[in-house]
């Protein structure tokens, strides 16, 4: 049989969570597990040793029922297009679950970043953007920050944009520093998000109160750290950190705020020496997803629980800062195993919810106030965990479908189902 190969295999075995649940007509299974538009391109960069280097980029716009694409560009090694085109799914479920007016949308570039040069970077990430003009724009594809870029790279993006344009479009990317158009509280808005969610449904199952919770922590950057440093103000025990470099454990709670300065500051969290650290043991980040917790927050990379450690699993509750850090299968194991798992697409939502508000304000010339990001943020994150929650039911479940629904919901009323 001939090999369909521009079906993205992950959406399958994601869409098979919900067999039996949602039934899909084969030609709805053909639109949520096909790509809309795929770029595949290089960046060709002059290095500052004077020699010409290329880097394979992806670009991949899932669906756009909904609305112009949106999702972030990742700079990472091991990137490759069926990674992209797994997120871009994700994240066109994303944006349907959270009720915004956008589709899916991925990006990354094959890269270690941490070998570039400042300049080498900024050549790359501008290179992404003429790479892919025309088929950027505010309401076309809104790329934003994600593993290894950061509101430096997204400046240089909408720079790089104009630059080719000719014309002024803060909206055309999301993430941005504040005096380059960036919304108040983007920097935290999937952390805090994330424990919006937590905490709102921790009180609708009657848990016990988050501040007597033990907490460990993958992932120490921009999702992960600002969630241990939220956590650890709430007053919770976070026990376990890691980054790429290994994991930090300490049984009686961890100094975050040593942790969080240090690592600001470029040191690892593993080479990091502070008195308060005297009981610390390092830790491999295989052990650390182990250790029995209250909650596990994932906020590294995807694929880090699967058929191989979701048995030795010992946290209550998991909460999927990351995306796609369970694989399919193993969520189901969890399910059975009694872990309540809050799943990415509703869990992260924080970030991608204020880069919407960040394109509004955009659009409309405006600027908001943290306190109004954060509260706007709060009401619609924890309607939306409202909208899905059914005591006993296996959450990721009830997220997809509602996501599903919906996208199926506009492709039909365009004709195109
Ligand atoms: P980041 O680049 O700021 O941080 C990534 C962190 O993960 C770093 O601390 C890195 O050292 C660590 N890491 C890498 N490999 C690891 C490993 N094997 N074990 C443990 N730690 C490891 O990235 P981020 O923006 O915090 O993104 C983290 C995750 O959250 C990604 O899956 C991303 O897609 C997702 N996410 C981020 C946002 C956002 O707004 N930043 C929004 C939604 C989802």
Redo the contacts with the bound molecule.
């Keep these: 049989m001939k090999r369909d190969k521009t079906i993205c295999s992950h959406a399958e075995e994601y869409l098979k969570l919900i067999e039996g649940e949602l039934p899909l007509s084969p030609e709805e299974k053909f639109c949520l597990t096909h790509p809309a538009r795929v770029y595949i391109f290089t960046i060709p960069i002059r290095m500052d040793s004077g020699e010409m280097r290329r880097f394979n980029a992806y670009r991949v716009q899932y669906n756009d029922a909904l609305g112009p694409t949106k999702g ?1 560009i ?1 700079f990472h090694p091991d990137i490759d297009l069926e990674e992209v085109s797994t ?1 871009a799914f994700l994240m066109g479920l994303k944006t349907s679950l959270s009720d915004l007016p956008f589709g899916g949308a991925k990006g990354g570039v094959e890269v270690e970043p941490k070998t570039l040069s400042k300049g080498e970077l900024e050549r790359l990430s501008r290179g992404f953007v003429r790479g892919l003009y025309p088929n950027l724009g505010p309401q076309k594809d809104i790329p ?7 509101p430096q790279i997204m400046a240089w993006m909408r720079d790089e944009f104009e630059r080719i344009s000719g014309a002024s479009a803060p909206a055309v990317i999301t ?1 941005k520093p504040l005096a380059l158009g960036g919304s108040r509280g ?1 920097d935290v ?2 952390a805090k998000g994330g424990i919006y969610i937590l905490e709102h449904l921790c009180s609708l199952r009657r848990e016990k109160w988050l501040q007597e919770m033990t907490v460990v922590v ?8 600002n969630a241990a440093e939220i956590l650890s103000e709430k007053g919770c025990k976070i026990i376990a950190v ?6 930090l454990f300490q049984k009686e709670g961890l100094p975050i705020h040593v942790l969080v300065e240090a ?1 600001k500051s470029g040191t ?2 593993t080479d990091i020496s502070h008195g308060s650290l005297r009981d610390a043991k390092k830790i491999s ?1 295989e052990a ?1 997803l182990e250790l029995p917790c209250d909650v596990l927050v994932l ?4 694929g ?1 629980i699967t058929m191989q450690n979701a048995s030795h699993i010992e946290a209550r509750i998991i909460l999927e ?5 369970i694989i399919a299968e193993a969520d189901t194991l969890l399910f059975n195993k009694g872990v309540f798992v809050i799943p ?1 697409i509703l869990a ?5 919810i204020v ?1 919407y508000f960040e394109w509004a304000q955009n659009l409309e010339g405006i600027s908001w106030d943290e306190k109004e990001v954060f509260s706007k943020l709060q009401k619609q994150t924890t309607a939306v965990a409202d909208s899905i929650y059914l005591e006993g039911k296996n959450l990721r479940t009830c997220a997809y479908i509602k996501a599903i629904r919906r996208i199926l919901e506009a492709e039909k009323l365009r004709g195109r189902l």
């Design positions: 972030g990742r997120l934003a920050p994600d593993v290894y870029t950061t993430g983007r808005a999937t993958q992932g120490f950057g921009n999702a992960g750290l890691s980054d790429s470099s290994g994991g690592k690892a969290l980040n650390l906020a590294a990379l995807g880090q800062l990351a995306n796609a850090p990415d992260n939502a924080g970030g991608v880069s």
